[in-house]
């Protein structure tokens, strides 16, 4: 039967699935020095998530003409940390759990968009400082603004679902899905990225990482946001990623926050992790999280069970349905 190199780790009911139909799994996080040195070739299956990087030299350290890797699976969404290509041409299946983490990100997303607009980060630090600042602390609503989505997929449809049962009016920019999704919703969807960093006083970033979408928020679309909501109240402007890391240009975040452009910043990802010593952090007007969107109990189970599934499928010879090449 096959071996299964898991290196971020993984829930222990998808491992014990896997072990009872007789495959070997073996947790550990691997360096890159050893995943180059071709570590992976005794292995017929790899699982990781965001941290360990396969990128076309560590694929090709993984495969050879007796064997190795035949299955690479990313336990949660983005696959940017996996050369796709390399893989193809290896002839090794890539698979990812789009479905399982969404309500664990969504739910992230509202909390930072809450978050920032009632200061509850700021709040907290003061109050552990010993400031009572009960007068200084004043924010505003969700309910009456518009929020715009930077890609309109499954996470955010459910954030634009909670943001008008909120009072939100929700627009989105997704070149790839059709414009009946977004009516279903109740959500304007544009076909100039500009026109919702124009509109909107909230944005959520909802896109994957590539060439074409790195700093794709940056400081012309930044100033283009009013300050003002729908309803007339001066909201300011408040920016949130939960997507993926190097969307947003960080400098040109920070460089808004200490102009005023942008009331809050807030991150669940960022562009050099794990980050540690962000000029972001210096800044009373952020708060932010450390890549944990898709960190719950629920959503660990659902995309171990997950994965699970797809690896017994493609080590028993079936190439599953949901591959990515």
């Keep these: 039967m096959g071996r299964v190199a898991v290196t971020d780790g993984m829930d222990e009911k998808a491992i014990e699935m896997i072990t009872e139909q007789g495959h070997e799994v073996v947790v550990k996080h691997y360096t890159i020095e050893e995943l180059l040195s071709g570590v992976l070739l005794d292995f017929d299956a790899v699982v990781v998530r965001s941290a360990t990087k396969l990128t076309r030299d560590v694929i090709s350290s993984s495969v050879n003409e007796q064997g190795g890797l035949k299955f690479i699976g990313r336990a949660g969404v983005g696959v940017d940390n996996i050369d796709i290509k390399a893989a193809t041409e290896n002839n090794i299946v890539v698979c990812n759990t789009p479905r399982a983490s969404t309500k664990s990100v969504v739910e992230m997303t509202i909390a930072h968009l809450l978050a920032s607009c009632r200061n509850i980060a700021t709040a907290d630090r003061k109050l552990r400082n010993g400031v009572w600042a009960k007068k200084e602390l004043v924010g505003t609503e969700l309910s009456g603004k518009s929020l715009g ?177």
């Design 149 to 325: 989505l930077i890609g309109y997929g499954r996470i955010a449809q459910g954030v634009g679902n909670v943001a008008r049962a909120l009072g939100m009016n929700v627009h989105a920019y997704d070149p790839y899905v059709p414009k009946e999704i977004a009516k279903k919703n109740s959500c304007i969807l544009h076909s100039d990225i500009n026109s919702v960093f124009s509109m909107c006083t909230h944005v959520s970033i909802h896109c994957n990482l590539t060439e074409e979408t790195y700093h794709l928020v940056n400081t012309e679309r930044i100033n283009l946001m009013p300050g003002i909501g729908d309803d007339g109240i001066a909201c300011g402007n408040h920016l949130v990623n939960c997507a993926r890391g190097g969307i947003v240009d960080e400098s040109a975040a920070l460089q808004a926050l200490e102009s005023g452009q942008l009331s809050s910043v807030a991150l669940d990802v960022f562009e050099e992790e794990p980050a540690t010593e962000n000029l972001l952090f210096n800044h009373d007007n952020f708060h932010g999280t450390p890549h944990i969107g898709a960190a719950t109990k629920e959503a660990q189970a659902r995309i171990g069970l997950e994965m699970a599934s797809l690896l017994i499928e493609c080590l028993g010879g079936e190439k599953p349905n949901t591959s990515l090449n």
